[in-house]
Nanobody
Framework: QVQLVESGGGLVQPGGSLRLSCAAS????????MGWYHQAPGKQGELVAV???????SYRDSVKGRFTISRDNAKNTMYLQMNSLKPEDTAVYYC?????????????WGQGTQVTVYS
């Protein structure tokens, strides 16, 4: 059974930092493109950052220079270091694992972790 479990969310003041983790089980982690998405109240979900199996990264413009995505394939875990947090970063953050293998898509989601940046 595939499980993606996020942790590390919480309350933080503007300018603060949080580190999110996503622990994966039931998949060959190193084969998956891993990503963080967020969804603010009343808004659609958005891709925040993605990291390929080879370690290439990409970020949405609003978090460039503030957030860093990384992965540890030996620990089956992905991270999101969030610095200089802003109130507009407030959202539920979801972990995603995606793979296309022999024309079959594998797409898994975690339950989410709440990040609240309050002033």
């Amino acid at each position: 059974q595939v499980q993606l479990v996020e942790s590390g969310g919480g309350l933080v003041q503007p300018g603060g930092s949080l580190r999110l983790s996503c622990a994966a089980s039931g998949i060959i982690f190193s084969r998956y493109i891993m990503g963080w998405y967020h969804q603010a109240p009343g808004k659609q979900g958005e891709l925040v950052a993605v990291i390929t199996s080879g370690g290439s990264t990409s970020y949405r413009d609003s978090v460039k220079g503030r957030f860093t995505i990384s992965r540890d394939n030996a620990k089956n875990t992905m991270y999101l270091q969030m610095n200089s947090l802003k109130p507009e970063d407030t959202a539920v953050y979801y972990c995603n694992a995606y793979s296309l293998y022999e024309s079959v898509e594998y797409d898994y989601w975690g339950q989410g972790t709440q990040v609240t940046v309050y002033s």
